[in-house]
């Protein structure tokens, strides 16, 4: 009794099965998800990457603004100082003019009211130049916000050596 292969109805075609098992293969790992998986996995690393930079990001904003609040204080200070020496300096100028100055003759003062003169004029220096760092921070926090309030268009890095 052998059983009948042909059956009413049905055709029958011999082709090559290597294709087939290609198929079939092709077919068990797209349903194994070994694709989606790894792409699940890169989009994560990307999603994470961006948070990662972010949050870099923020840090620097918040760092620059500190930075540029204790910076925006120097004039003030400065200004405080500069009022300070220049009374001083009077003191010194009317002490060393008198005919009495507790025997402590108007040759000791000379020196001392010249170096007092180079100090003020450090300290103006010093204060032209916190004022330049000063607009230059403020041009360096406008820059910021511009940079990452405007809108981007989302982009996808490139993968490079140091995001293995």
């Known amino acids: ?3 009948d292969i042909s059956g009413p109805g049905e055709e029958y075609e011999i082709i090559p099965t290597s294709p087939l098992r290609r198929m079939e293969k092709r077919i068990e790992k797209v349903e194994g998800g070994s694709y989606s998986s790894e792409v699940r996995r890169l989009v994560e690393q990307v999603v994470e990457l961006i948070k990662s930079n972010q949050k870099i990001i923020d840090d620097s ?3 620059n603004n500190d930075l ?3 910076v925006s204080k120097l004039p003030h200070k400065m200004d405080e100082l500069i009022l300070e020496m220049r009374e001083f300096m009077k003191l010194l100028k009317v002490s060393a003019e008198e005919e009495e100055v507790s025997e402590v003759s108007k040759e ?7 170096k007092m003169s180079e100090l003020v ?8 130049t916190n004022q330049a760092a000063l607009t230059t921070l403020g041009i360096i926090e406008k820059r910021l916000k511009r940079l990452y309030t405007a809108p981007s268009q989302p982009t996808v890095p490139r993968p490079s050596a140091g995001y293995r």
């Open 1 to 3: 009794m052998t059983p």
């Open 121 to 128: 004029d450090q300290n103006k220096k010093n204060f032209e």
């Open 68 to 70: 540029i609040s204790e």
């Open 61 to 63: 904003i918040k760092a």
């Open 108 to 114: 000791v003062l000379t020196p001392l009211i010249g």
